[in-house]
């Protein structure tokens, strides 16, 4: 049965290339201009937009070569078709297509891990393309100029397929350890040892000849840099960070040098050092800066360039346009000028990157200073210095609750689309700057009470309870339940003191323990695999039931929400709901109103119970952070960034973390006497390793052998 009608089979068999051809290219734009932007965007409709188009660009070009090859080389004759030439001229350019954009290689962290596939598909796909050149060989000029975007096609290609090894897991953290080192020969060590005990010199009173202090062979502090702020992040990323996201244990140096640097800056200054480490994070995983911002990057864009301008130029000056279509002509133009855009653009967006500032700030002379005055001030009016959003979601349960959600009833339940879009349809979002005080105070606050790690990692709110002196009053809605259960706790409690407290200030700790608290709600509902391990949906679930059906039935007496919030702390909670309730339900919607009733007992000044609610709520903050790996932080890079990610990285830095853990100690104990200078240089001189001894001999004066 013919379902289409002959003519639209030819139709489409003639323009089925054409369309497929110009499609990748477009779908190659598309992303370079909008991929970037989903670091610093929480608009879903771009990282729907970056996501259709990266999916779509490999297969739309896989399968435009796979035509191409399918349709060439049938017969003799198309060897003598002009046209066939032609359109075997754009297989280069859809390697180009596959090799991506410099701004995006991966849409999400697990694109890294599968980094053998697309090495795969760079083989098949190279030889599909050299099978096309082949079969397409009629040794005219147009067949030459093929070699040229062939070698481009395979470089841009391979670039992609190098970065997304690099970025893949296990490649990114053995590219930062160390060299092994066995330290100093032991055996030959003790052999200098003995020979010296044996053969030890006295004076003629008995004493023996005095040594000097062996000097340290541990290496030159590092010099950390002071121009400017995105130094001091690069320095942080490149020495620390880098080494935190692979999960490497470092030195408790590192940490005294990280702390120097962050611990006397304002809380803003910190929070923007912390955004600058971010985003060269985000750059190495889901970007190919790891080999674009290095000697052999430029090198392969130089050549790639090059090889594209011109082959631009001689297919402009050297090829007859006459025996063509001219549809075809202007396909190939397109092509021709589009991968000419696709380099230009990138090489914008590279001068004006953060990394050429860093390389600029390290050239000092007077025309790197003038570059880099020049290029700072254009950046700043052209593009936007976000490395996040700098928002942060917000949720609450009671307005979710109050609010009508019968539309939602008429979604079709295909893959559950009516839940997902109830959750997002009243989120909101608030700007984190008045957030970055009261959170920066409080760790460093900590740090100044830093007496056992561990213990103060495991606190959630009871550390500034005690300090206090309501952990008797409080402290079960804390320490005796599991944090999920403590996160809607307070998230309930503190909507219902609010209520009747709200400040219309911005900067209020009043508003800062609401914005938290909902912040937190959030990542319990929408982000949980950010937060410690528990039971937080079915709380979730169970809460968001009981509070619905508390409203419907007192719907007629609820007109707003501030009279929701009264009716529920009109209830009687003198008995513990758990012990009506059982275990079978695990709503905590009456055990948050005990909580606020408390609260609200506490013999305090409104704004000292604000200071304090607020202060329970960034400790909260503070111990999701500390307890979130650090891939899960950087899956969140690609969605706006997370201001817990931020707060996570402030803590590594001023020391709040167990990954500074190593003691860095001189090659020769102390507990043992040490041998006569002489002696001691013989030894230690074989062992030490080869960056030390050229300071060793310095140190030593040369004295007999």
């Not at 909008?34 to 608009?43: E, G, I």
Request: glycine content about 4%; charged content about 25%.
């Amino acid at each position: 049965m013919q379902i289409f009608p002959e003519s639209v089979r030819k139709l489409w068999n003639e323009w089925e290339l054409r369309l497929m051809v110009l499609l990748s290219l477009l779908l190659q734009v598309v992303l370079i201009i909008f991929s970037n932007r989903r670091k610093y965007t929480v608009t879903p409709w771009i990282r729907i937009l970056v996501w259709s188009a990266y999916l779509s660009a490999d297969w739309v070009a896989t399968v435009s070569l796979g035509t191409l090859s399918n349709s060439q080389g049938d017969s003799e004759g198309k060897l003598l078709d002009p046209n066939y030439t032609l359109m075997a001229f754009w297989a280069p350019f859809l390697l180009l297509h596959l090799g991506g954009p410099d701004t995006i290689t991966a849409y999400s962290l697990e694109d890294n891990e599968l980094w053998l596939r697309h090495l795969l598909g760079l083989v098949v796909q190279v030889g599909v393309a050299f099978y096309v050149f082949l079969r397409s060989w009629a040794g005219t000029r147009l067949t030459f100029l093929s070699i040229p975007m062939l070698v481009a096609g395979i470089i841009k290609y391979g670039e992609r397929t190098w970065v997304l090894r690099s970025a893949s897991k296990n490649h990114f953290r053995d590219s930062l350890l160390p060299v092994p080192d066995p330290g100093p020969d032991y055996a030959d060590f003790m052999n200098g040892y003995s020979s010296w005990k044996d053969e030890r010199q006295v004076d003629r009173t008995g004493r023996e000849i005095g040594e000097k202090p062996l000097p340290s062979t541990v290496g030159d502090g590092i010099t950390v840099p002071s121009r400017n702020y995105i130094d001091k992040a690069y320095f942080l990323f490149k020495n620390q960070f880098k080494h935190l996201y692979a999960d490497l244990i470092l030195s408790l140096d590192d940490q005294k040098t990280s702390e120097g640097i962050i611990r006397y800056m304002s809380s803003e200054d910190a929070f923007k050092v912390a955004e600058m480490e971010l985003n060269f994070m985000y750059d190495v995983l889901y970007t190919k800066a790891t080999v674009i911002y290095s000697l052999l990057g430029i090198l392969l864009r130089s050549t790639s360039f090059s090889f594209t301008i011109s082959t631009l130029a001689a297919f402009h000056f050297f090829i007859d346009k006459h025996e063509f279509s001219n549809i075809d002509i202007d396909i190939t133009y397109l092509l021709l000028f589009g991968a000419i855009f696709l380099e230009v653009y990138a090489l914008t967006k590279l001068i004006l990157s953060d990394w050429s500032i860093v390389w600029l700030s390290s050239k000092k002379n007077s025309l790197t200073d003038s570059i880099y005055r020049a290029i700072t001030s254009f950046r700043s009016v052209i593009t936007s210095d976000k490395g996040w959003s700098r928002r942060m979601a917000q949720n609450n349960l009671i307005d979710s609750c109050l609010r009508d959600k019968t539309k939602f009833n008429q979604v079709p339940r295909f893959f559950d689309m009516n839940k997902f879009l109830e959750r997002y349809w009243y989120m909101t979002w608030e700007k984190v700057d008045d957030m970055k005080e009261p959170i920066f105070s409080l760790l460093l606050e900590m740090t100044n009470d830093v007496r056992d790690l561990r213990s103060l990692l495991k606190h959630r709110g009871d550390y500034v309870i005690t300090k206090r002196g309501f952990i008797e009053t409080l402290g079960w809605s804390i320490v005796d339940v599991e944090f999920d259960h403590s996160i809607l706790l307070w998230h309930i409690a503190t909507d219902l003191c609010s209520y009747s407290d709200d400040d219309p200030n911005p900067k209020s700790r009043c508003k800062i323990s609401k914005c938290l608290s909902e912040y937190m709600l959030y990542l319990l509902v929408m982000c949980p695999f950010m937060l410690p391990k528990g039971i937080g949906e079915f709380r979730f679930r169970d809460t968001c039931s009981e509070t619905k059906r508390f409203f419907q039935q007192r719907s007629e007496s609820i007109s707003n929400r501030n009279e929701a919030c009264r009716l529920l702390l009109e209830v009687d909670t003198e008995v513990e709901p758990r012990e009506v309730k059982g275990d079978k339900s695990k709503s905590v919607l009456f055990e948050a109103c005990r909580l606020a009733k408390e609260l609200k007992s506490q013999n305090m000044e409104m704004g000292e119970k604000w200071m304090m609610v607020s202060h329970v709520w960034v400790e909260m903050l503070c111990h999701a952070a500390s307890h979130c790996g650090w891939i899960q932080h950087g899956q969140q890079l690609r969605r706006g960034g997370e201001l817990l990610t931020h707060v996570c990285l402030l803590m590594s830095h001023l020391g709040l973390t167990e990954q500074f853990q190593i003691l860095e100690g001189e090659n020769i104990p102390k507990t043992i006497p040490k041998p006569p200078l002489f002696t001691r240089r013989r030894a230690a001189h074989s062992c030490l390793p080869s960056y030390v001894t050229p300071r060793f001999n310095r140190a030593i004066p040369n004295i007999g052998r």
